[in-house]
C-alpha cells in the first residue's frame, strides 16, 4: 500500500532542548493513526514540520511523495491541518470564514461554494451555526469549524491536533462517527490525550516520548507487546496462605499477586497477575469454589486499555511502585 507521510529519521531541536530526536514512522494511504505522547513529547512539533510550518534540523519527511523540505507550498496542497489551539477571527460569521479560507486555499467560486456547504452539513455547522458570529459559539462549535476548514480542499492527508477538546459527549460520538465516514478516503492523523477515542477511532496508534517513538501499532497488538500476561481481579474470603498454597499449584504459570488488602468482612481485594500467557481462569475458579477454607465473592479478568499503554510506555518505572510477590515452589 501507498505511504501518504514518510518520516525518516527526523531531529529537532530549540537551542539545548531536544524536541524530537531520530524519529521514523509512517502513514499508509486511509488509514487512521493516533499520535499520542504525554505533554512536551514532541507530537506538536512534528505535526507542524509535517505540515511545513517550521522545519526540521535533520532528516526526511515526505508527503505523498514529496519533500516538503523541498517543496513546501506542493507538499502542503495534499493536507489539511486543524491545529491544537485554533485560531479564528471574533468578529466573521462562520459561512463568511470558511468563504475566506476557500479563496486562500485556492478553490474557484463555484467549487467553494459547493465544498463549503459540504463540510458546513459533514461538521453539523449548516443547521445551527452557519450564520452566526463565530465570538457567540461555544468551544464545541468552534473546534467543529477547525474541522470544517481542515477538510475544506479536500486534502489527501488530514492532520489534527486535539480535534476533540472541549467537545461534549455527544459531539464527540459526532466526531468519531465523521472520521469513520472518512475512513479508506483520507489518511487522518489525530493527536489527542483522550485515550479512549484514539482505541474506538484509529487503526493504528503511535506513541511518543521525550522526542522518540516508544511503541507502534494497533490497539491489539500493543495490549499483547506492554501486558502479555493475564490480570485477574479477585475477591476472595479465607486464610490467605491458603489462597497462596493453591497459586503455587500451578507450576507451569508462574503467578504474582499485586495489590492486596482485606475488606471489614474478611475479604481480600487481589489483583493476580500470570507471568506467562497459560489460561488458568477456569481452573482457578473451579479450586477456589471447591476448596473448604476459601469463599469466592468475585472473579473477573482485568483487559489492559490503551491509556494502560499509554503508561507503560511513557513511564517505564510507573509499575514499581506496586508491590509484586512472585509465588513459586522456592519462595515457601
Avoid at 235 to 254: K, Q
Wanted: some cysteine; charged content about 25%.
Amino acid at each position: 500500500m501507498r505511504q501518504d507521510i514518510s518520516v525518516r529519521n527526523l531531529y529537532k531541536h530549540y537551542g539545548s532542548i531536544q524536541a524530537i530526536d531520530d524519529l521514523s514512522f509512517f502513514v499508509e494511504s486511509g488509514e487512521i493513526v493516533g499520535f499520542l505522547g504525554p505533554n512536551g513529547a514532541g507530537k506538536s512539533t512534528t505535526m507542524r514540520i509535517l505540515c511545513g510550518l517550521c522545519s526540521a534540523n535533520a532528516g526526511c519527511v515526505d508527503v505523498c511523495g514529496v519533500s516538503v523540505a523541498r517543496y513546501p507550498e506542493k507538499a502542503s496542497e495534499y493536507i489539511g491541518f486543524m491545529p491544537e489551539n485554533n485560531p479564528l477571527p471574533e468578529d466573521m460569521r462562520v459561512r463568511e470564514y470558511l468563504n475566506y479560507r476557500g479563496h486562500l486555499k485556492g478553490l474557484d467560486k463555484h467549487r467553494r461554494k459547493k465544498r463549503v456547504n459540504e463540510v458546513m452539513e459533514v461538521c453539523d455547522l449548516e443547521r445551527t451555526a452557519k450564520n452566526k458570529m463565530i465570538h457567540a459559539l461555544s468551544k464545541g462549535f468552534r473546534q467543529r469549524i477547525g474541522v470544517a476548514d481542515a477538510l475544506l480542499g479536500e486534502p489527501k492527508i488530514v492532520i489534527m491536533d486535539e480535534p476533540t477538546i472541549g467537545l461534549d459527549p455527544h459531539q464527540i460520538l459526532s466526531m468519531r462517527r465523521l472520521f469513520d465516514q472518512l475512513r479508506g478516503q483520507m489518511t487522518i492523523v489525530i493527536s489527542s490525550h483522550i485515550l479512549h477515542e484514539i482505541e474506538t477511532t484509529c487503526d493504528r496508534a503511535i506513541i511518543i516520548n521525550h522526542g522518540k517513538i516508544v511503541a507502534s501499532g494497533t490497539t491489539r497488538e500493543l495490549k499483547q507487546q506492554f501486558f502479555p500476561e493475564a490480570r485477574y481481579v479477585i475477591s476472595v474470603r479465607g486464610p490467605i496462605n491458603v489462597f497462596e498454597d493453591l497459586l503455587r499449584s500451578f507450576p507451569d504459570a508462574p503467578i504474582a499477586i499485586e495489590r492486596q488488602k482485606q475488606d471489614s468482612n474478611g475479604f481480600y481485594d487481589l489483583e493476580v497477575v500470570t507471568i506467562s500467557s497459560i489460561p488458568i481462569a477456569a481452573v482457578l475458579i473451579r479450586s477456589i469454589s471447591v476448596h473448604p477454607e476459601l469463599e469466592l465473592r468475585s472473579f473477573e479478568q482485568k483487559q489492559p486499555h490503551l491509556e494502560d499503554v499509554f503508561l507503560a510506555a511513557t513511564k517505564p518505572s510507573w509499575s514499581q511502585s506496586s508491590t509484586v510477590r512472585v509465588l513459586n515452589k522456592n519462595n515457601e
